[in-house]
T-cell receptor, first 117, second 111 residues
């Protein structure tokens, strides 16, 4: 399978716990994005990487959220001290290197559904 | 006001109908216009994209962009029950790497 993969697919955690999600992008893709999606809403941008460099983070991203892409391949998204409002689908997408406009062709993973109880 | 507005629906149509899905936007810098399809509990998949204004056709799907009205459309001909999904529009300005998504329109095609 050469698509974007995400693990785990589902995560149930108690409020206050830390969680970590993993994304494996398409191997030749240099840019990797994290989004959050809640029911009835479109994907909301969280952060993106070009290779191992984190180039932009959403102003809405709490400091409880941190993302890494240590070797420019897979990425992890960690949420510390989870809150019920963090319950959402967390989507990862990747795209190849090119002009800015080439980021239109994003390939999404299946997402990790987080439930905070 | 959000940068991209999209009616959430649901839009319910009979099989074989022509479906029209629309988005409006406020940012005149947007140059790339995309449509993604998202099945329940799955990630979005890119259906079509258009650069600047005009029409683009791919099989049963036609994307239209009217930059003067800041309005984009996706038409689906001969709709099938398998087209039942949420359709997300997304937009990107030429100098940006971060698309802005609409909230999606839920489409139901019933046999």
């Amino acid at each position: 399978d050469t698509g974007v993969s995400q693990n785990p697919r589902h995560k149930i955690t108690k409020r206050g716990q830390n969680v970590t999600f993993r994304c494996d992008p398409i191997s030749e893709h240099n840019r990797l994005y994290w989004y959050r999606q809640t029911l009835g809403q479109g994907p909301e941008f969280l952060t993106y990487f070009q290779n191992e460099a984190q180039l932009e983070k959403s102003r809405l991203l709490s400091d409880r959220f941190s993302a890494e892409r240590p070797k420019g391949s897979f990425s992890t998204l960690e949420i510390q001290r989870t809150e019920q409002g963090d319950s959402a689908m967390y989507l990862c997408a990747s795209t190849g290197l090119g002009l800015a406009g080439s980021s239109y062709e994003q390939y999404f993973g299946p997402g990790t559904r987080l439930t905070v109880t | 006001q959000k940068e991209v507005e999209q009616d959430p629906g649901p839009l319910s149509v009979p099989e074989g109908a022509i479906v029209s899905l629309n988005c409006t936007y406020s940012n005149s810098a947007f140059q790339y216009f995309m449509w993604y399809r998202q099945y329940s509990r799955k990630g979005p998949e890119l259906l079509m994209y258009t650069y600047s204004s005009g029409n683009k056709e791919d099989g049963r799907f036609t994307a239209q962009v009217d930059k003067s009205s800041k309005y984009i459309s996706l038409f689906i001909r001969d709709s099938q029950p398998s087209d039942s999904a949420t359709y997300l529009c997304a937009m990107l300005s030429g100098g940006s790497y971060i698309p802005t998504f609409g909230r999606g329109t839920s489409l139901i095609v019933h046999p």
